[in-house]
């Protein structure tokens, strides 16, 4: 693994996006593929109705006994989905919920009303060696920007207002305003898994990384809680996680609409835990994965649902569950989920030919890519770098 101080730094956290303001909004996840594409299913709103058509094409490949989608295949797929369905249910319009709660589930009151004082220095060093205990592969703090918070979910919008804890009411979730850090963590999956076909195997990675996730992020907030100070923990609800992991340093936006890092590509799942302790932000890095992106066109290449652009990056999305305004390529998630429904499984194919996933790193490897940037190549420049540091 590179250490970190070899990758380009940005101070400004803007150097890393292109945002056109007069299109972006903050985004509706009730327009996220799984809602849409079972609200067009069903005729119902809901985060689970995308799976009523899936289940049929579940149980047709039990009874014809396919190759890797056989019952003991799903039944492997389900132990590792466990836990996530018990804390979390992925945290899809799941915000305190389940064991998402923000308020604290064991914490007692007189402790989580005694703040413990610290300077940042000290709170960071100590949340980072708890992320780290807790399981998390890959951590970073980042200012919250408003813009990555969702605008609502299916039930009722987030807003920030000045109140001294995260609650819902009735009509909207409230963020207290003194909420301004986010703690993202990166917990890696299988990559033995995640490299096979689009199949049973592969979606139990992704499911055991979810149940892991779900776990880091409570224990954090949990941690937190006990410290004296707001936490709310979130897996895919409250917040984007990818703007939020780019700005706290863990990697960059990919081709395929995935977080691509150094260390584990995209084979990785994202957590995060928003909260109002004073602590230091990390700086967000630049390792020339966008100019590699726009050459490499491998996960375009094996989306068998023809999701992923070989086109330049736009500010236009390509489906209504897309959110426009950020110059990126954009992933028409609503054919992904198609595909899924269609082939009785989740599909991984776009994180497994991803290069960084695979660990092409060799001094010999070289990619076909359309247009060959060579010396500036990003394979070359991690493989040099790795034999400087002896890996």
């Known amino acids: 693994m590179i250490p970190r101080t070899s990758f380009n730094i940005r101070n400004n956290l803007w150097d890393m996006y292109e945002i056109n303001e007069a299109a972006y909004k903050r985004f509706d996840s009730s327009k996220t593929a799984f809602i849409l594409v079972g609200q067009a299913d069903t005729g119902e709103i ?13 149980f047709e490949n039990i009874e014809k006994n396919t190759e890797g989608y056989s019952q003991s295949d799903y039944a492997f797929a389900v132990g590792s989905q466990a836990i996530n369905f018990i804390l979390g249910t992925y945290g899809d319009q799941n915000a305190n919920k389940q064991f998402l709660k923000w308020d604290p589930l064991f914490v007692p009151k007189q402790l989580y009303n005694l703040p413990l004082q610290h300077d940042a220095d000290k709170f960071t060093l100590m949340v980072k060696n708890a992320a780290n205990f807790y399981g998390t592969d890959l951590v970073g703090i980042t200012e919250i920007d408003e813009k990555w918070i969702y605008d609502r979910n299916i039930y009722k919008p987030f807003i920030f207002d000045d109140v001294e804890h995260p609650k819902e009411t009735e009509k909207e979730f409230i963020i207290p305003v003194s909420v301004n850090k986010a703690i993202v963590m990166a917990v890696n999956m299988s990559r033995d898994f995640i490299l096979k076909p689009p199949n049973l195997a592969s979606q139990a990675a992704t499911e055991l990384g979810y149940s892991k996730m779900g776990f880091l992020a409570i224990s954090l907030a949990e941690f937190i809680r006990a410290l004296g ?3 709310i923990p979130c897996m895919n609800d409250t917040a984007l996680s990818i703007p939020l992991a780019i700005n706290a340093g863990l990697g960059q936006l990919g081709r395929n609409g995935l977080l691509l890092t150094p260390e584990y590509g995209a084979c990785l799942r994202i957590c995060k835990v928003l909260t109002d302790m004073p602590l230091n932000t990390d700086k967000p890095i630049d390792y020339g994965q966008t100019e590699f992106c726009e050459q490499c066109l491998l996960c375009a290449r094996a989306c068998p649902a023809d999701a992923i652009s070989f086109g330049d990056r736009t500010f236009t999305g390509v489906c209504e569950s897309n959110n426009p305004g950020v110059k990126k390529w954009y992933v028409n998630t ?5 595909f899924w429904q269609h082939n009785g499984a989740a599909c991984s ?16 490897q070289c990619l076909e890519c359309e247009r060959c940037i060579a010396p500036k190549c990003t394979l070359q420049f991690i493989t040099v770098e790795r034999q400087k540091f002896g890996y």
């Open 46 to 58: 809901g985060p689970m109705n995308w799976l009523r058509k899936m289940s049929a094409k579940i």
């Open 229 to 231: 100070y707001n936490a």
């Open 334 to 338: 609503e054919k992904c989920l198609r």
């Open 349 to 364: 194919n776009c994180i497994a030919a991803c290069p960084f996933t695979m660990d092409r790193m060799s001094p010999n």
